[in-house]
Each structure stands twice: as structure tokens, then as C-alpha cells.
């Protein structure tokens, strides 16, 4: 990808012509460091202040895995799931049951399908709140942004903990639905938080939308262009925020998504700051799509009652299945041989793969815009090494 | 103006700070230790070994079919099955587990030795302050350090002890009206037959 | 989205490629086409280019390791029996090839169609492990070809930048093989103890003994 223009900063350094080998300085950024969103590590040439080269350097987290499910059954690896990324467990339990699900061809009854939609709309909102939360922490906010935006995450947890027993690792899809059903009052504790929301993003909005240091420090900066966005792969809000409208929800019409009406916020410029409040936007469309779903939640089993926990042998094939994670496409890539484990299990990970062009964005910027650029790609650790 | 923003953004935070004063969900600390927060019904931390009664050696409910040992995905869980029989609630004699030991260092809370269980012989705990200072043994419960009863079972989680228990007493139920029609129908059996030797 | 239309439009505008469908007996489907390692490039670009199709996004870039197995069948042979021709069923054993295969997932982001499934395979498992990166067609098969290396063992030719990613430069084996031993000294413990000590005090003296027969010219 070639840099031919070196975007000018607003606060004027004087450029060097032609650096000379002496005068560059590697910076490791290295695996502990506040800003990285877990242990990644980026080695930085500098030329002054400016970005010459940067490599991202992979597998501090690195678990494997992708071994340990071939000697796990298939429902032992649920909970593994949880664990990639490790903020939003609800998006990871699901796409793996969903491809599954397109393995072994199992049908999902439909109220197991609005309880996925709803919890897993909280958990976009939750991870959307978290990450303009610590986008704002990086940025030097010194914890104000991040707390309000935890405040709303903490109830969204405390229902979490409510229905699936664990804040983080819920554990909570099955093959064929999920795997609790809704304890009495649940429903009217998530209407009433879902409508508290909006007051949140309101208030969120007056701090910081045109707060002129976040313009500053974010238009312009690390920006995208569509068709680097389409051929690296890159999916999710960072895409859309490019312009990209691929929103998985509404090309796959997995789940039921058809049935409720949402919006696909798209930016046009593919800065930070278009990354920022396309997330935004995001939680002011799962509101919606969550207040839809609460609404029209039919009884009935949550589970498919053909599925036994135990003995699961799906027949030889394979299968990919994906959904619209918070963080981009999560995908499952599935071959089984017939034994109850699976021969070979593959997660897509958005985190690694909207990466790709880290280097691109930020070649030529300064040492603090690697930090801002980091965090409105939105990784997770987890799901980068895996 | 210059700056218009940042200051509508501080209003905001003034406007979060002298709310805290007056508005509960404004002041959302809590001064652990001395303040705790409501514990949730479903929470779930690790996993103990349910008995009924008074004696837990006596009445747990665990036959060593050594099924969570089987499913559990990190393997922590290790299960040595007795050489002889006890009798279990029902009177049945079934064995029992001479070593049950669950490694919670390695235990990930999954919940999947719960819900495999089919004698629900083992639920989860909500007792989160572990920790110990003997980094090689401490965390590893045996059977007597996992075994609770079933009144602490309730306590903890009030709703799905009592539909467990409801489900126990409905099976305990209905085998002793199996046990119960058996044995009318060999008292009549009897009946009928004649004593040997003895004309009718 | 018929694959055997797409399958005979690439065969019709790309030269001298064959292609293979690799039906999916599963019931998700997703059925792929096997191509050669001479024209996967071309076969690349034209399912990126032509107008009807248009998959300008590679989704996922995955490996699987087939290691070489044996299948025994049983096969009618006349045979002198006791003096006597007759036919006697007898077990004859062959050793499949094992192989390294890379499937590609594509999407097609202006259509909204998908996915098609493109496979390869390598020659065997140990020298003939070269296959055509398709980093050159679609970018984001540059972390997942390197994680398909570092884990694997494929090599791609014509990738940018080559190298493991999560595993460490010096790190010598493939994790993700079929065959893969791991280490057996260590434990989840930080610091090692008893057993696990003791092998690693071995392992560690032994890696002494071969760095100083190789610096002796052994």
C-alpha cells in the first residue's frame, strides 16, 4: 500500500527530508502498556515523532485454542468460546452454535431465537459502550467517559448475571437455543434499562461529540479508504465507518433479524472520529431493535427438544457460519469426520484481520494517533491470538 | 467560539457530579468491604456436592456415575468410585465416590457438570473469597471441603432448590407407589395360591 | 448461486485451469471447488473481476492437515489354494498421501452473495508444502496465510512478508499438525516443581549438550 502523500499534522513538527538510518528510533510498544487493549505489541520506527514503519507483533495471548477443541467435544468448547473475545461472550456462544447448527442441521425454536436476539443486541450495546468508553481513556479523558459509559455496562452485566449465572463468561447458547430460560421479572428489569439507555447516549453525545480536543485529535486521522476496507477483509463498524454496507444482519438474514426494522449507520470519511460515532449510532439502533424484540417474545421451549447434551456426533462435513459481531464478522469454520469431536474447528477472527491495515493507517501520523487508531479498531486480545 | 464544546461537555460532568449528591443512580459506588451489593440469585462460582440430611457422608446424593468427570471441559474434576454400596434417599443401595476432587484453580465455572448430572448431585456455589496461601494444594477440594446440604443448597438458590427438590419428592413418590402396587399385587398373588398339601 | 455455472464460467475464461467440485455432505451446503496450485491466481482474480460475480472479500483463510493414512479393502484375488485355483478374498492395504489444505471463504461485498469455498492442497506434507499466496488478490489473506504457515507448515509463494505470527521467531514445529507433540515440561504453574522441574533441568541440559556438539563441529 503506498504512502505517497505524508498527511501534515495540525500541530507542526519540522519535518526532516530524508532521514538518515541513525537518526530513526524503534519503539517497541511494547506488550504492558495501558493503551493496547491487552498484550500486543507494535514495533515502531520513528522518524521524530513520525511513524516510518510499524509491525504489529502477534501471540502473547496465544492459547491454541483451535487444538483444544479437537480434543473437546463439541459442547465442551462453549465455553471456551467465551473466552475469545472476552467481552462480549454472548456474540462468541453464538455464532459458534450457529455453525453448528448449519452443520448438523438443527432447527431453533422461536423463542430461543428472540432470547439470542436480545441478549445478544445487549451485548453490542455493552461492547460499543466499553469501547468508546476506553477510546476516550486512551485519549487522555483520565476516566470520566469510561466510567459513565461503564455505569450503563454494569446493568447490562448485572443482567447477564441474572439469567446466564456469570457477568462475562455466560456460557449461555446451546445447540439448538439456549441454554436457561428468562427468571420471573428479568424481562421488565432489561425494558427498564434499555429505556434508560437513550438518556445515557444523549448525555454521552453532549460530552463529547463536539468536544474540539476528540475532533482534534480524531478527524482525519487514520482514515480508511473503501476499497482498502473491502480487499483487507475488514468488516464490522470500522468498515461501515468507510462506507462499506455490509451489515451481516441484514445480508445473511440469520436469526430473525427480518422481522425488525433497523437502520445501518455508514460513515463517509473512515476517520476515528467516523469510527467512533458510527458505534454510536450502533447502540441507538440495537436500542431500537431491542425494545422491538422485548415487545414480542412468544412462549415456548428454548431449546430444540431433539437435542440430547450428551452424544452429539454430527455427520462428516463442514460448515462456516457467521454472525454480525460487535467487533466484525465472527465466523466458525467447522469440519467433522463423524467422532464426537471436531477434526477441525477454525474461529475468523475480526480482531486480527481488521489489523491488517494498522500499519497503512498509520504510517506517517504521530506516536499519540497510533494510540487513538488502536483503539477505534476495537481488539480484544482474545480473539486476536486466540 | 473556541471551546464551546469542551464546556457543554463540562456542564455534563457538573451536572454528573452535584446530581450524585441528590440522585441515587448518580453515586454508583459501592465501599467494598464494608458495603457489599445484593448477590444475585443465578450467580455461579464453583461447584460443591449437594447431601441431604444431617451426615453428609451419609446422604450424598452423588453415585460416582462419573459423568461431570467425562464432560468437564478442562478436566478438573477426579472421581474414584468405591468398591462398596451405601444406601442412597430411596433406600437403594448405589455406590458412592471414594475420592471426589476438583481442582478450582483449573475449574472455569462452566456449569457443565451441573447440568450433565442425573442425580442433581452436584450445583454451583456462590462463595467467591477462595483464596489461600498454598499455591499447590490449597485449591484442590476434596469430597468433604465440597460437600453442603440441601438447607444450603436452598438458601442460596431459593428457586431451583425448590424445583429440584420438588422433582426428587415427585420421583421418590411415584417409586414408592410402584413399590406399593408390587407388593399388593404379590399379597393378593398369595392369596390365591393354595397352601401346599391342604384341600381346598 | 449454482456452482457448477460458476464452475464451468472460470473453466471457460480462464486458460487451461481445471477445476473440482468437492461436494459437502453436511446439510449447510456449502459445497467448494478444489483448483490446482499453477492457476489459482488467475482463478483468484477472476473470481474477484468478473462482473457477475464480483467476491472482493476473502472472509477466512483456514488450514487443515490430512496426515497420510491407510485404507485396508478387501479384494477378490484367485489364488492357488491346496493345489486348487480358487478366489479368495484378501485385504490389501494402500497408503493415501497426507496433504495440507488451504481453504479461502469469499464473499461478495457490491453483490451481497456468498460464499464460495476455493480449496488447495498441497503435494505432501514434508518438502512439497508450496502453494500461490492469493495476498496479492485480496489483502486480507496476509495475517491468516502467515498464521497458516506459522501453525501448518505451507509455505505461499509470492506473500509479502512471510514469517510466524503467534508463535516466536525461533519456535521450530507446526502446533496445529495432527502429529504435534507438546512439551511436556511444563505445567500451570509459574514456577515448576518436583516432576515437571525435573524435566525441564533435563530438556534444558540436553539443548546444553547439542549447542556445544554443534559448536565443536560434531
Same mark, same amino acid.
Given at each position: 500500500?503506498?504512502?505517497?502523500?505524508?498527511?501534515?499534522?495540525?500541530?507542526?513538527?519540522?519535518?526532516?527530508?530524508?532521514?538518515?538510518?541513525?537518526?530513526?528510533?524503534?519503539?517497541?510498544m511494547g506488550p504492558q502498556h495501558p493503551s493496547t487493549h491487552g498484550v500486543f505489541r507494535m514495533k515502531v520506527v520513528l522518524d521524530g515523532e513520525r511513524v516510518v514503519r510499524l509491525k504489529p507483533v502477534f501471540g502473547y495471548l496465544h492459547r491454541n485454542h483451535e487444538k483444544i477443541a479437537e480434543s473437546e467435544t463439541y459442547l465442551g468448547s462453549m465455553p471456551y468460546t467465551d473466552r475469545l473475545d472476552y467481552m462480549c461472550s454472548i456474540t462468541n456462544n453464538w455464532a459458534y452454535a450457529l455453525a453448528v447448527e448449519k452443520l448438523a442441521g438443527i432447527q431453533v425454536p422461536e423463542r430461543a431465537e428472540y432470547l439470542r436476539v436480545i441478549t445478544g443486541e445487549l451485548t453490542r450495546l455493552q461492547n460499543h459502550a466499553c469501547l468508546i468508553g476506553f477510546l476516550m481513556q486512551d485519549m487522555g479523558s483520565s476516566g470520566t467517559p469510561l466510567m459513565y459509559a461503564f455505569r450503563e455496562r454494569e446493568k447490562i452485566l448485572d443482567l447477564f448475571e441474572a439469567l446466564t449465572g456469570a457477568r462475562m463468561m455466560c456460557n449461555y447458547m446451546r445447540f439448538g437455543g439456549c441454554r436457561v430460560d428468562l427468571p420471573d421479572g428479568?424481562?421488565?428489569?432489561?425494558?427498564?434499562?434499555v429505556a434508560d439507555f437513550p438518556r445515557f447516549l444523549d448525555e454521552?453525545?453532549?460530552?463529547?461529540?463536539?468536544?474540539?480536543?476528540?475532533?482534534?485529535?480524531?478527524?482525519?486521522v487514520g482514515v480508511l479508504s473503501r476499497e482498502l476496507a473491502v480487499s483487507a477483509g475488514i468488516s464490522g463498524p470500522m468498515a461501515r465507518a468507510s462506507g462499506v454496507d455490509y451489515d451481516i444482519r441484514k445480508v445473511d438474514h440469520y436469526s430473525i433479524y427480518d422481522r425488525f426494522t433497523f437502520r445501518v449507520p455508514l460513515g463517509s470519511h473512515g476517520d476515528v472520529y467516523?469510527?467512533?460515532?458510527?458505534?454510536?449510532?450502533?447502540?441507538?439502533?440495537?436500542?431500537?431493535i431491542l425494545e422491538q424484540a422485548m415487545r414480542a417474545v412468544p412462549a415456548g421451549p428454548i431449546v430444540d427438544p431433539k437435542m440430547k447434551i450428551r452424544g452429539f456426533r454430527p455427520k462428516p462435513g463442514e460448515a462456516y457460519g457467521r454472525i454480525e459481531a460487535p467487533k466484525g464478522e465472527l465466523g466458525f469454520y467447522l469440519v467433522s469426520d463423524g467422532s464426537p469431536n471436531p477434526y477441525r474447528y477454525r474461529v475468523r477472527p475480526p480482531s486480527l484481520i481488521n489489523l491488517t491495515v494498522?500499519?497503512?493507517?498509520?504510517?506517517?501520523?504521530?506516536?499519540?494517533?497510533?494510540?487513538?487508531?488502536l483503539g477505534s479498531i476495537d481488539i480484544v486480545l482474545g480473539e486476536v491470538d486466540r | 467560539m473556541v471551546g464551546e464544546g469542551i464546556l457543554k461537555g463540562m456542564a455534563e460532568t457538573?451536572?454528573?457530579?452535584?446530581?450524585?449528591?441528590?440522585?441515587?443512580?448518580?453515586?454508583?459506588?459501592?465501599?467494598?468491604?464494608?458495603?457489599?451489593?445484593?448477590?444475585?440469585?443465578?450467580?455461579?462460582?464453583?461447584?460443591?456436592?449437594?447431601?441431604d440430611g444431617a451426615d453428609w457422608h451419609q446422604g450424598m446424593r452423588c453415585v460416582a456415575c462419573q459423568i461431570c468427570e467425562k464432560e468437564c471441559?478442562?478436566?478438573?474434576?477426579?472421581?474414584?468410585?468405591?468398591?462398596?454400596?451405601?444406601?442412597?434417599?430411596?433406600?437403594?443401595?448405589?455406590?458412592?465416590?471414594?475420592?471426589?476432587?476438583?481442582?478450582?484453580?483449573?475449574?472455569?465455572?462452566c456449569q457443565i457438570c451441573v447440568e450433565v448430572c442425573p442425580f442433581d448431585a452436584i450445583k454451583m456455589d456462590v462463595d467467591y473469597d477462595l483464596s489461600t496461601d498454598d499455591r499447590f494444594g490449597g485449591l484442590l477440594l476434596n469430597k468433604q471441603r465440597l460437600s453442603k446440604s440441601n438447607e444450603y443448597y436452598r438458601k442460596i438458590h431459593p428457586t431451583e432448590a425448590s424445583a429440584v427438590d420438588a422433582r426428587l419428592a415427585g420421583e421418590r413418590a411415584r417409586q414408592e407407589a410402584k413399590a406399593k402396587t408390587a407388593a399388593e399385587a404379590r399379597l393378593t398373588t398369595t392369596a390365591v395360591q393354595p397352601a401346599s398339601g391342604e384341600p381346598r | 448461486m449454482n456452482l457448477e455455472a460458476i464452475k464451468s464460467e472460470i473453466e471457460a475464461n480462464v486458460p487451461?485451469?481445471? =477445476?473440482?467440485?468437492? *461436494?459437502?455432505?453436511?446439510?449447510?451446503?456449502?459445497?467448494? =471447488?478444489?483448483?490446482? *496450485?499453477?492457476?489459482?491466481v488467475a482463478v483468484a482474480v477472476y473470481l474477484r473481476d468478473a462482473e457477475d460475480l464480483r467476491f472482493d472479500f476473502c472472509s477466512n483463510v483456514t488450514g487443515i492437515d490430512w496426515p497420510s493414512r491407510e485404507v485396508s479393502e478387501k479384494v477378490k484375488v484367485r489364488k492357488l489354494v491346496d493345489g486348487v485355483e480358487q478366489e479368495v478374498e484378501e485385504i490389501r492395504k494402500t497408503t493415501l498421501a497426507g496433504s495440507l489444505e488451504v481453504v479461502y471463504h469469499l464473499f461478495s461485498v457490491e453483490k451481497k452473495h456468498g460464499p464460495i469455498v476455493l480449496r488447495m492442497r498441497t503435494e505432501d506434507r514434508d518438502s512439497g508444502v508450496h502453494l500461490p499466496s492469493l495476498t496479492p488478490v485480496w489483502r486480507s489473506a496476509e495475517l491468516q496465510e502467515r498464521e497458516v504457515f506459522d501453525l501448518f507448515g505451507v509455505v505461499f509463494d509470492g506473500h509479502p512478508d512471510l514469517r510466524r505470527l503467534l508463535m516466536w521467531p525461533s519456535f521450530t514445529d507446526h502446533p496445529m499438525r495432527r502429529d504435534y507433540v507438546g512439551p511436556d515440561d511444563y505445567e500451570y504453574e509459574p514456577t515448576a516443581h518436583d516432576e515437571v522441574l525435573r524435566r525441564a533441568q533435563q530438556h534444558r541440559s540436553e539443548a546444553d549438550e547439542t549447542q556445544l556438539g554443534e559448536a565443536e563441529g560434531r
Open positions: 500500500m503506498s504512502t505517497a502523500t505524508l498527511p501534515t499534522a495540525h500541530f507542526d513538527l519540522e519535518p526532516m527530508t530524508g532521514p538518515s538510518k541513525e537518526q530513526l528510533l524503534e519503539l517497541s428479568w424481562l421488565d428489569q432489561a425494558k427498564k434499562v454521552y453525545e453532549q460530552l463529547l461529540v463536539s468536544n474540539e480536543i476528540l475532533m482534534e485529535r480524531t478527524q482525519d467516523d469510527r467512533f460515532m458510527v458505534r454510536l449510532l450502533e447502540m441507538r439502533e440495537s436500542v431500537s494498522l500499519e497503512d493507517l498509520c504510517l506517517g501520523r504521530n506516536v499519540a494517533d497510533i494510540v487513538a487508531i | 457538573a451536572r454528573n457530579f452535584f446530581g450524585s449528591f441528590v440522585s441515587k443512580d448518580r453515586l454508583t459506588t459501592v465501599q467494598y468491604p464494608e458495603q457489599r451489593e445484593l448477590r444475585i440469585e443465578a450467580a455461579r462460582d464453583f461447584p460443591f456436592l449437594v447431601y471441559p478442562p478436566k478438573c474434576i477426579f472421581i474414584e468410585k468405591s468398591k462398596d454400596k451405601k444406601p442412597d434417599a430411596n433406600g437403594k443401595p448405589q455406590f458412592y465416590p471414594a475420592v471426589f476432587n476438583i481442582d478450582i484453580s483449573v475449574c472455569m465455572s | 487451461g485451469c481445471r =477445476l473440482e467440485l468437492v *461436494a459437502n455432505p453436511s446439510p449447510s451446503g456449502q459445497h467448494s =471447488l478444489r483448483t490446482g *496450485a499453477e492457476h489459482a
